[in-house]
């Protein structure tokens, strides 16, 4: 793309900040919580772009500016440094060029969100609720790794230990965006604990991975939740087995996609304050619906987008661990790593990082930027 048409994408864009700037100061925005963070959102983006576009338009008056001194001025020492400086704002182009061309491709208005993660053992009987078990401390490491708290919301063991289903949150900077490429099958190659005849058995967990919704998402009437409260079973003392902190929601709610109304069955145990279970009860409540009346949309654009790196597929085999060979192979890109054992140790972020690269070429030849 030439200069020019680049600088054309970014006309316009101040008169926007600018009108965006004024409409979050103004009450009759704020008191708008939907619309008010949804400027504040476009304010934000905005603010990135037109910080990367004033860094590339101080670049090519630089190149102008040393072109023309190279041309015009006697001074050899001058001339000198304005061979320099050009050389420099010239390398630097292209690197900002692709920043402002990734930067106006819309984002996905849920990577900024917190992420809700399910895993469940699939195939394979206890080997598959041990790996569900080795995922979820992968994903452990991986969110102390990244600052994030991560927060269970509940579990079911397995016979022989991990988990035929564990579901929590992860709270921090841009979660969603970056865990959304683990939604999917991982299978695993291994010879499980049990075996007795040392031979290699395939087993599976899927991952799925949602954006957490606020409270302004989605609409909820909570006077129509029919609340329950139970004795929470599990370590934590007396405490746990006299005071009734689990708590359990009911909820009728019509699928907007169907009209069919369907009970909402959530449980939360995880703590041993009961208000604190029930205000994620209606977190996890509220991230359900929110996924269930957004995945047309999701579809929509998984569709449109035609690429396997993040469509939310969860029924898609994404990834295998081989354990006899140490190795990790995402199917997505062909990404081979022989380093399993730092891998399971929360050590996935470069596998993230080339997912990342390879969905934001293909947005790139989407938008012909």
Same mark, same amino acid.
């Given at each position: 793309?030439?200069? !020019? ?8 864009? #101040? ?29 934000? #983006? ?11 338009? !101080? ?9 023309? %001194? %190279?041309?015009?001025?006697s001074d050899e020492e001058m ?66 790794? @990244?600052?994030?708290?991560? =927060?269970?919301?509940?579990? +079911? ?35 499980? =604990?049990?075996?007795?005849?040392g031979r290699v058995h395939t +087993? ?36 746990? !087995? ?21 009970? %909402?069955?959530?449980?939360?145990t995880e703590t041993r304050d ?9 977190? @996890?409540? @509220? ?13 929509? %654009? =998984? ?6 790196? +993040? ?30 054992? =730092? ?6 972020? #470069? ?19």
């Amino acid at each position: 793309m030439s200069d !020019n048409s680049l600088l054309a994408r970014l006309d316009g864009l #101040e008169s926007r900040f600018e009108e965006a700037s004024t409409l979050i100061t103004d009450p009759a925005v704020i008191a708008d919580q939907k619309r008010y963070v949804r400027i504040t959102k476009e304010y934000r #983006e905005l603010e990135r772009i037109l910080d990367a576009a004033s860094r590339y338009r !101080n670049a090519l008056a630089a190149i102008e500016e040393s072109k023309q %001194i %190279i041309a015009e001025d006697s001074d050899e020492e001058m001339r000198l440094m304005a061979r320099e400086e050009l050389e420099t704002a010239q390398k630097s182009l292209p690197e900002m060029e692709e920043e402002i061309k990734l930067l106006l491709i819309p984002a996905d208005p849920d990577d900024a969100k917190n992420a809700i993660v399910e895993i469940r053992g699939g195939t394979g009987g206890d080997e598959a609720a041990l790996f569900a078990g080795d995922l979820f401390r992968m994903y452990q490491k991986f969110a102390e790794s @990244r600052g994030w708290q991560l =927060a269970v919301s509940s579990f +079911s063991e397995g016979a022989s230990g991990g988990y035929k289903e564990i579901i929590f949150s992860l709270t921090g900077e841009g979660v969603y965006g970056v865990m959304k490429y683990e939604s999917g099958v991982h299978r695993v190659q291994r010879v499980p =604990a049990t075996e007795t005849q040392g031979r290699v058995h395939t +087993s599976a967990a899927t991952v799925a991975v949602l954006p957490e919704a606020e409270e302004f998402d989605v609409d909820i009437h909570e006077g129509e939740i029919r609340w329950d409260t139970f004795r929470s079973g599990g370590a934590g003392g007396q405490n746990v !087995n006299k005071v009734e902190s689990g708590v359990r929601l009911r909820y009728n709610w019509k699928n907007p996609n169907t009209g069919v109304v369907e009970e %909402i069955l959530i449980e939360c145990t995880e703590t041993r304050d009961q208000p604190k279970n029930k205000e994620r009860a209606l977190s @996890r409540l @509220r991230t359900f619906i929110y996924d269930r009346e957004h995945q047309k949309y999701l579809d929509d %654009i =998984a569709s449109r987008r035609k690429t396997m790196v +993040s469509t939310g597929d969860r029924s898609a085999k994404i990834r295998t661990y081989n354990y006899p060979q140490g190795r990790i192979t995402d199917h997505r890109i062909n990404y081979t790593v022989y380093n399993l054992s =730092a891998f399971m140790d929360g050590d996935i972020q #470069e596998c993230i990082d080339k997912l990342i690269v390879a969905e934001n070429t293909e947005k790139l030849k989407a938008s012909e930027l």
